[in-house]
């Protein structure tokens, strides 16, 4: 089984607000990521949130509060991968930013990933190895050990990754302006 954990907690201090809760096409980011999570076969999928109101009534996704969140994304790695099943055989590592992903991109991936399930699969854009990002269970104390306001990118890095070409992966969501362009 792989699980799907949506690092959703940070408080998007550059945006104004929580990034989850944006709204891209009448749809709030976080719900958006669920959405496409679920639709590529991830379960369960978990959401790791910051003290606000995720708004996911209609979805079958788990939230956990990161009560540490202003640490960075290694806080939200731990709690998310903390709150996975004993059975979860991999996850798939996704935030809420990256608006050109959808379930079609997640399930190449997820299939990626399948092929050699002792290997992570990672999109590859920018020049460089990032998520979505699946990680085998075998990965899962190095993600439970970091620190600060880090990802697992050294970890795809050092590891034998397998890459799915993604080129708008780097295009994320950082501050307002970045907003309006998707909006446009």
């Known amino acids: 089984m792989t699980a799907a954990v949506i690092l959703a907690a940070g408080s998007g201090r550059r945006m104004g607000g929580p990034k989850a809760l944006l709204c891209v096409g009448g749809e709030t980011l976080l719900h958006r990521t669920a959405g496409a999570a679920l639709a590529a076969g991830c379960a369960p999928v978990i959401a790791v949130i910051g003290a606000w109101d995720p708004g996911l009534g209609d979805l079958e996704v788990e939230t956990v509060f990161n009560p540490e969140a202003a640490e960075g994304m290694a806080s939200s790695l731990r709690v998310g991968i903390g709150a996975l099943p004993l059975e979860t055989q991999a996850a798939l590592i996704l935030t809420v930013d990256q608006t050109a992903v959808d379930a079609a991109l997640l399930r190449r ?39 600060g306001d880090r990802g697992a990118k050294a970890m795809l890095l050092r590891e034998n990754t397998a890459a799915l070409a993604f080129p708008e992966g780097d295009l994320d969501l950082d501050t307002p302006e970045d907003l309006d362009r998707v909006r446009r």
């Open 109 to 147: 991936l997820l299939a990626l990933g399948a092929a050699d399930p002792t290997r992570p699969a990672a999109c590859a854009y920018a020049g460089t190895l990032g998520i979505p990002a699946v990680f085998p269970r075998r990965l899962f104390p190095a993600l439970l050990a970091l620190q």
